[in-house]
């Protein structure tokens, strides 16, 4: 079943040149526009943003950590390794579980959404169409993809979950930044709601 729907969705590759550059395009700059976004909440945001992004910069870091460990524990091949496929792409033909793209894209997005719906929400979006776009472009099946939106889950509910226990680390890391002369600071609301 895994290798039908990943057919269905990756067939779909080369015929449609307009969603074949959406979905380049997000494949490879997914991470980045997610990491412009974080920096923006940053340097233009309140102070309780700050702290999000901290919060969210932990959540995805966690995240790729147990992939990493996951792709040692459980290998599988690429599906252009194995199968016929429509690479769009080229990749190395490391493990294909799981995708660090969507786990990174999740973590992020939820840790986010958790905290801020209306850039949340956005940032989820973008994320279930950054692992649309693995399986599309021939790098991942779908329950690559999958695996990694439950890590992403797992991760930002736990770390959401445990905020009060992460907060002297996030409160430290804004402080610093705070402290640094002739950096941009909007720190007009200092509470901190998490």
């Given at each position: 079943m895994n290798?039908?729907?990943?057919?269905?969705?990756?067939?779909?590759?080369?015929?449609?040149?307009?969603?074949?550059?959406?979905?380049?395009?997000?494949?490879?700059?997914?991470?980045?526009?997610?990491?412009?976004?974080?920096?923006?909440?940053?340097?233009?945001?309140?102070?309780?943003?700050?702290?999000?992004?901290?919060?969210?910069?932990?959540?995805?870091?966690?995240?790729?950590?147990?992939?990493?460990?996951l792709g040692?524990?459980?290998?599988?091949?690429?599906?252009?390794?194995?199968?016929?496929?429509?690479?769009?792409?080229?990749?190395?033909?490391?493990?294909?579980?799981?995708?660090?793209?969507?786990?990174?894209?999740?973590?992020?997005a939820l840790?986010?959404?958790?905290?801020?719906?209306?850039?949340?929400?956005?940032?989820?979006?973008?994320?279930?169409?950054?692992?649309?776009?693995?399986?599309?472009?021939?790098?991942?099946?779908?329950?690559?993809?999958?695996?990694?939106?439950?890590?992403?889950?797992?991760?930002?509910?736990?770390?959401?979950?445990?905020?009060?226990?992460?907060?002297?680390?996030?409160?430290?890391?804004?402080?610093?930044?705070?402290?640094?002369?002739?950096?941009?600071?909007?720190?007009?609301?200092?509470?901190?709601?998490?």
């Amino acid at each position: 079943m895994n290798y039908q729907i990943f057919k269905a969705i990756n067939q779909l590759a080369g015929h449609h040149p307009i969603m074949d550059k959406v979905m380049v395009f997000t494949t490879q700059y997914a991470l980045i526009v997610f990491a412009v976004v974080l920096l923006l909440m940053w340097f233009l945001g309140k102070e309780q943003y700050k702290y999000s992004v901290v919060y969210a910069a932990i959540t995805g870091g966690i995240g790729l950590l147990i992939n990493f460990v996951l792709g040692h524990i459980y290998y599988e091949p690429r599906p252009f390794v194995t199968h016929h496929v429509h690479p769009l792409i080229q990749h190395a033909k490391d493990a294909s579980f799981p995708s660090d793209h969507t786990t990174g894209a999740f973590s992020l997005a939820l840790a986010i959404l958790l905290r801020h719906r209306k850039i949340g929400f956005g940032m989820l979006v973008f994320a279930i169409l950054t692992g649309f776009s693995r399986i599309y472009v021939g790098h991942h099946y779908p329950f690559d993809v999958l695996g990694s939106m439950i890590v992403g889950i797992a991760v930002s509910s736990l770390v959401y979950k445990f905020s009060s226990t992460l907060k002297p680390i996030t409160r430290l890391i804004v402080n610093i930044y705070n402290q640094i002369p002739l950096v941009p600071k909007n720190t007009k609301t200092i509470s901190e709601n998490n």
